[in-house]
């Protein structure tokens, strides 16, 4: 049974930052197969959208427009797992965030790409 385990959210000012984790678990590595992991965040009122993914293992990071050059997606596969890194936070970046697991996925940013999610944690950030 796979699952995802999100840690890390919290408070701070605009221009601080954050570090998430995600621990996946029961996810093995299969031949043929690539697996991915998401971040995804959600304001309320809004739809869930995707910020970053990258390979496990850490290859082909991509990350949202609006998070470039501010967050950076890591991922240890000796320790299962996986870091967002959330610097020069906005409050516009509030919201809780997610992360989530899939093989073989094509659109790396899209939520329907992947099957398996965390219970998600919550960033708040005041100006």
């Known amino acids: 049974q796979v699952q995802v385990v999100e840690s890390g959210g919290g408070s701070v000012q605009a221009g601080g930052s954050l570090r998430l984790s995600c621990v996946v678990s029961g996810f093995p590595y299969r031949t043929n197969s690539v697996r991915y992991m998401g971040w995804f965040r959600q304001a309320p009122g809004k739809e869930r959208e995707g910020v970053a993914a990258v390979i496990f293992g850490g290859a082909r990071p991509q990350y949202a427009d609006s998070v470039k050059g501010r967050f950076t997606i890591s991922q240890d596969n000796v320790k299962n797992t996986g870091y967002l890194q959330m610097n020069s936070l906005k409050p516009e970046d509030a919201g809780m965030y997610y992360c989530?697991?899939?093989?073989?996925?094509?659109?790396?940013?899209?939520?329907?790409?992947?099957?398996?999610w965390g219970q998600g944690s919550q960033v708040t950030v005041s100006s």
């Open positions: 989530a697991a899939g093989r073989d996925v094509v659109a790396p940013l899209k939520v329907n790409e992947y099957g398996y």
